[in-house]
């Protein structure tokens, strides 16, 4: 086997990445690729983004919300923990989260919940008691009653720009996307394409997201 991609999927990679792509917690003030740090902070951003986007409600709607509770500094932990049910479907609701804001402030406070009980409020911690291994930390993860398979896939999509042993992952709707748009489905190959670079992976792994739901794949097919 090569090992490494066609000029032609490298070029189809990077159309992906550039016109597609998007940075973890993308439209938020926390979206700095320079800034971008396994900071507490940081990772229970994107463990929220992920809570939210596992809903079937849409993009823009998700974008708005994840700036809602960002906006209220709910991913400093202390802030989430001590907030109060209410408060929380207050914030949900200004960013126009109707169907699951009730829901979703109780399982905001039980992923707080279980963050300060067992990880002293910081989720790296979650990493380090995996041993840094994917499959025990998604295990780690469904601790919260919330975080299912979806949620667990769209975190390690964003986790890896600063979690790298997480890296590289994509996500099963996009490995199907990929294959779709005829780039293949081998990961290692792939991470060699965005020279191994882990928010680069993150761009590649969101932009597949991206064309898969804008519907755009023969945008890529026909290069």
Same mark, same amino acid.
């Given at each position: 086997?090569?090992?490494?991609?066609?000029?032609?999927?490298? +070029?189809?990679?990077?159309?992906?990445? $550039?016109? +597609?792509?998007?940075?973890?917690?993308?439209?938020?003030?926390?979206?700095?690729?320079?800034?971008?740090?396994?900071?507490?902070?940081?990772?229970?951003? #994107?463990?929220?983004?992920?809570?939210?986007?596992?809903?079937?409600?849409?993009?823009?709607?998700?974008?708005?919300?994840?700036?809602?509770?960002?906006?209220?500094?709910?991913?400093?932990?202390?802030?989430?923990?001590?907030?109060?049910?209410?408060?929380?479907?207050?914030?949900? *609701?200004?960013?126009?989260?109707?169907?699951?804001?009730?829901?979703? %402030?109780? $399982?905001?406070?039980?992923?707080?919940?279980?963050?300060?009980? *067992?990880?002293?409020?910081?989720?790296?911690?979650?990493? *380090?008691?995996?041993?840094?291994?994917?499959?025990?930390?998604?295990?780690?993860?469904?601790?919260?009653? %919330?975080?299912?398979?979806?949620?667990?896939?769209?975190?390690?999509?964003?986790?890896?720009?600063?979690?790298?042993? #997480?890296?590289? +992952? #994509?996500?099963?709707?996009?490995? $199907?996307?990929?294959?779709? #748009?005829?780039?293949?489905?081998?990961?290692?190959?792939?991470?060699?394409?965005?020279?191994?670079?882990?928010?680069?992976?993150?761009? +590649?792994?969101?932009?597949?997201?991206?064309?898969?739901?804008?519907?755009?794949?023969?945008?890529?097919?026909?290069?």
């Amino acid at each position: 086997m090569s090992s490494s991609v066609s000029k032609e999927t490298g +070029f189809r990679i990077d159309k992906v990445v $550039n016109e +597609f792509g998007k940075i973890p917690l993308h439209g938020t003030p926390l979206a700095k690729a320079d800034s971008l740090i396994a900071s507490p902070q940081i990772v229970l951003a #994107i463990v929220m983004d992920a809570l939210i986007k596992a809903r079937p409600i849409s993009h823009h709607l998700t974008e708005k919300m994840i700036n809602k509770l960002i906006a209220a500094k709910y991913h400093d932990i202390d802030t989430l923990a001590n907030s109060s049910w209410q408060e929380r479907v207050d914030s949900l *609701k200004e960013g126009g989260y109707n169907r699951y804001r009730e829901q979703c %402030a109780t $399982n905001l406070g039980e992923l707080a919940a279980l963050v300060v009980g *067992k990880y002293d409020g910081d989720l790296n911690k979650l990493l *380090k008691q995996a041993n840094g291994q994917r499959d025990e930390a998604a295990f780690l993860l469904k601790e919260t009653k %919330a975080m299912g398979d979806l949620a667990v896939e769209i975190i390690f999509d964003n986790v890896q720009s600063v979690w790298p042993s #997480i890296a590289p +992952f #994509i996500d099963s709707r996009s490995l $199907n996307t990929a294959a779709d #748009i005829g780039i293949g489905t081998d990961l290692s190959l792939l991470y060699s394409a965005v020279e191994w670079n882990l928010v680069r992976m993150s761009l +590649f792994t969101n932009g597949l997201s991206e064309v898969r739901l804008e519907k755009r794949q023969n945008a890529i097919e026909s290069m």
